[in-house]
């Protein structure tokens, strides 16, 4: 298999970083500041939040990035890092919080949600008002398609709580959808 002159493009800026190289990190900064500032921001319940979450980030991409091995893409690598960054931001809050499992539900279940008549903007509003352990479930099951029992491991929590978590969750999200609906048929 050849490599792409992005692939060396990719690995030249790689080793720089490693290198400390403030000219390669401000690079690297920028070609993915964007992308990992939308993966923040689904787990913040504010713009402060998010930036706090990226800027941890970084610094850890930048101390870490030598270790990088090529195994997974930057991309993803990087994405990790900015989700393992807001999960453990959020640990504390979620240690304070009572979560039941889904043993405990007495909740109808909930249709699956169709979002795609929602622009961005709007969903992310709608995710950032839930509490912060429905937020962060939800979106690492149905943006980053975790399973429910890598969730668990990753928050701490049981498998049924995940399961509970996201339903609830779910359900939150289709009530705000609903109201967002009848907002549209009224103006209209």
């Known amino acids: 298999m050849q490599k792409t002159n992005n692939d060396n493009e990719e690995r030249l800026l790689i080793a720089d970083c490693s290198r400390n190289?403030?000219?390669a990190q401000r690079a690297l900064y920028e070609r993915y500041y964007?992308?990992?500032?939308?993966?923040?921001?689904?787990?913040?319940?504010?713009t402060f939040e998010a930036e706090d979450v990226l800027?941890?980030?970084?610094?850890?991409?930048?101390?870490?990035?030598?270790?990088?091995?090529?195994?997974?893409?930057?991309?993803?690598?990087?994405?990790?890092?900015?989700v393992n960054t807001a999960l453990k931001q959020n640990r504390k809050i979620l240690e304070k919080m009572h979560m039941e499992d889904i043993t405990d539900m007495r909740d109808e279940p909930v249709e699956d949600i169709a979002l795609s008549a929602y622009n961005f903007?709007?969903?992310?509003?709608?995710?950032?008002?839930?509490?912060?352990?429905?937020q962060m479930v939800f979106n690492l099951y149905a943006i980053e398609g975790y399973k429910?029992?890598?969730?668990a491991e990753m928050l701490g929590i049981s498998?049924?709580?995940?399961?509970?978590?996201?339903s609830r969750a779910k359900t939150l999200i289709?009530?705000?959808?609903?109201?967002?609906?009848?907002?549209v048929r009224v103006i209209v």
């Not at 289709?174 to 907002?183: F, G, I, V, Y």
């Open 21 to 23: 190289n403030a000219k």
């Open 34 to 46: 964007r992308k990992m500032y939308v993966v923040a921001l689904r787990y913040a319940k504010t």
């Open 55 to 82: 800027q941890e980030s970084f610094i850890k991409i930048f101390q870490n990035i030598k270790d990088f091995s090529f195994e997974s893409s930057l991309d993803y690598w990087i994405k990790r890092i900015v």
């Open 121 to 134: 903007q709007e969903l992310l509003k709608m995710i950032q008002q839930l509490s912060t352990g429905y």
């Open 148 to 151: 429910h029992s890598e969730i």
């Open 159 to 166: 498998e049924g709580t995940s399961k509970s978590q996201y």
């Open 174 to 183: 289709q009530k705000m959808l609903e109201k967002e609906e009848t907002k």
